[in-house]
């Protein structure tokens, strides 16, 4: 079988990350899986944009791949119409943005694709995500599969003296760790602002974004400079060792669809403190607790407190996160998606949801309230 992904850009994030791994989990099982890049860069100018996205769209025409994969907006609405046109028989799209978030002609091409039937499969990665599309059309809903992500659990190299001298960060207080671009998105703001009320701590940001300029210079203005260290994008293996080397890590973001960055902290048992957002209270916990405290994202005081109250993550608890999000079940899934064999007793199937059996909603469908009728569509 050959499969085609498609991504926005190469930048590093959640999207390349759960990109590489269905990529290699499937590369793994025999699937011959490439991945086609859309635009140049992020900030690309409208004709390159347009010649990328010809660029891909003449390949899934001419290629006859067995299956389109897309991860965002852009490259969903390719693969959907396009893909019909090219009549590859699964066309499967991600929802890695929330609706609200996504431009208004995007947005609006995609409720229409996915009510008209152009996708073969619409995944959400948590019921937080799929609770998002309660206003759209109910042929749109019954579509939406959940597919949690599956993610790996990181895996060290340097200790934590090592890490921190590669990086020329002293090794004279908390580190506090954050990963993710520098973005709206994001809101390392908060963070920088409640570093200024924690003196004995420094602030670890790995990621790369269009407001490095903007956070640099509140730093400069509230006096944290020294104290934060702007790492950029870094490697896999990167965040591994500066995961293991910090002793807090921070996720303020104001939105999330899965919130895989602090999920890899949980994995690793570190302490977190994350936004207080329904997402992020459904991914970071298992078995009935929770690995994370939580803050509202834009109260600095609330942040300054959590830092101080926060603790380590129980090991139980650690242990059956990572088993909730298994790399295996979740490429499970995708093959199944995808028409081959797999074993179907770690996977259970509804009409519009898919769980592992060994989930804690496993018999479960994902329940899309239509807010006109207030009532719970269950996709069965």
Known sequence: MRVLQIVHGREAGGVKTLSEIIRDGLGSRG????????FPAPDAAVLARLVGTWRVARRILTARH????????AA??????????????RRIVHQTALPSEVKTPLRWLDRVLGTLGLYTANIANSRATAAAFASYPARYRRGVTMIEHGVPVPQPKRARAETLK?????????????????????????????????????LVI??????????????????????????????????????AAADLFVFPSTWETFGLAALEAAMMGLPIVASDLPVLREVLAADGSTAAAFAPPFDTAAWVGAFASST???????????????????????????????????IQWHAGCVTELDSPARHQPVPIEDRRSRRAISNE
């Not at 640099?216 to 994008?233: E, F, I, K, N």
């Open 31 to 38: 699937v011959a899986i490439e991945t086609a890049v859309m």
């Open 66 to 73: 067995d299956a389109v994969i897309a991860y965002q907006p």
């Open 76 to 89: 969903s609405i390719l693969t959907g119409l396009v893909g019909w046109i090219a009549r590859c028989p």
């Open 206 to 243: 790995a990621g790369e974004g269009p407001l490095r300029g903007e956070y640099t210079a509140l730093a400069q203005q509230l006096g944290v400079s020294d104290r934060l260290h702007l790492l950029g994008d870094v490697t896999r293996d990167d965040i591994a060792d500066l995961l």
């Open 166 to 202: 590669r990086f020329r960060i002293p090794d004279d207080g908390r580190i506090l760790l954050n990963t993710g671009r520098l973005t709206d998105q994001k809101n390392q703001d908060v963070l920088i602002r409640a570093l200024a009320q924690v003196p004995s701590a420094r």
């Open 312 to 346: 380590q993550c129980h090991p139980a608890t650690r242990r059956a996160i990572a088993q909730r999000y298994s790399v295996a079940h979740m490429i499970d899934a995708y093959q199944a998606l995808l028409g081959l064999d797999v074993n179907r007793n770690r």
